[in-house]
């Protein structure tokens, strides 16, 4: 298993929070939201256990997942329906899609 893993369950948490707050402007973008992040650990453990083509393929979607997860937030933090995503959860974000970035090159 990657070691990004639980850093991708610390956001999948991070992302249902602000769901929470999205949902009451915008169910619709919190279900997106809660969708987005929950695949992108998802992918990461499916991805872990394949191989070859299926493998990039996986950790691909990994890494849409989580591109879909932060401009979810982008897009919820420019309506006011949430406050701008704390330091830290933008910086496990980056990591995550940095790293992702990296094993599908």
Do not use: F, W
Not at 61 to 89: F, K, M, N, Q
């Amino acid at each position: 298993m990657l070691r990004i893993y639980p850093i991708a369950l610390q956001l999948t948490s991070d992302a249902a929070k602000a769901a929470q707050r999205i949902a009451h402007k915008d169910p619709d973008l919190a279900r997106q939201l809660r969708r987005a992040s929950v695949s992108v650990p998802l992918n990461i453990a499916e991805g872990s256990g394949s191989r070859g083509r299926n493998r990039t393929a996986r950790y691909s979607d990994a890494l849409g997942s989580a591109r879909e997860t932060r401009a979810c937030l982008d897009v919820a933090a420019a309506t006011g329906y949430i406050e701008a995503l704390a330091p830290e959860v933008g910086a496990r974000l980056d990591h995550v899609i940095g790293v992702l970035v990296n094993l599908t090159r």
